[in-house]
């Protein structure tokens, strides 16, 4: 695996990744979900689940379309933009757990609250493919904002 670091212009110490990279997964998100509702069973939806679960947890090492456009794609590649990885980690948890509610919903028998909550997932997995803005992304930011509020106005 290339090193990252040394590509990098994000603040020292923190894990990176590159933007393409993030997007290919978020692609891979998208399309499943869309799958899963196009053939109509909610089971399907256990793939991107199990894929955002193992992102969350294991960073780019349990990303496997992360991991496949750093071997194959970006060596082909012209020079790449690296990011924070803590975001699109705290995106894909927050995927996680929606996907995990959707499949619950799904086996409670509300299958109409499980295909909502799972095509927003895809929906803002689609959206963050596409134009590359990540509203999980964007919500990292605001939890690390208010806890920073929170513990300096902590008396």
């Known amino acids: 695996m290339p090193d990252l670091a040394a590509d990098a212009t994000a603040a020292p110490g923190f894990p990176l990744l590159d933007t393409r990279a993030a997007r290919t997964a978020q692609a891979v998100v998208a399309v499943l979900v869309a799958a899963a509702a196009a053939l109509g069973d909610w089971r399907?939806?256990?793939l991107p689940a199990l894929?955002?679960?193992?992102?969350?947890?294991?960073?780019?090492?349990?990303?496997?379309?992360?991991?496949?456009f750093d071997a194959y794609v970006r060596p082909r590649l012209s020079s790449a933009s690296f990011e924070d990885a803590r975001p699109p980690r705290f995106a894909s948890t927050v995927g996680a757990v929606f996907l995990g509610a959707s499949l619950l919903a799904h086996a409670a028998g509300?299958?109409?609250l499980g295909w909502v909550l799972a095509l927003a997932v895809g929906a803002l997995a689609g959206l963050a493919a596409a134009t590359g803005?990540?509203?999980?992304?964007?919500?990292?930011?605001?939890?690390?904002l208010?806890?920073?509020f929170r513990i300096r106005s902590a008396p």
């Open 110 to 112: 509300a299958h109409a």
């Open 146 to 148: 208010v806890r920073r």
């Open 44 to 46: 399907l939806l256990a």
């Open 133 to 144: 803005l990540c509203i999980g992304c964007r919500l990292y930011w605001v939890v690390v």
């Open 51 to 68: 894929h955002l679960a193992l992102a969350a947890a294991l960073g780019r090492r349990g990303n496997l379309p992360v991991r496949a």
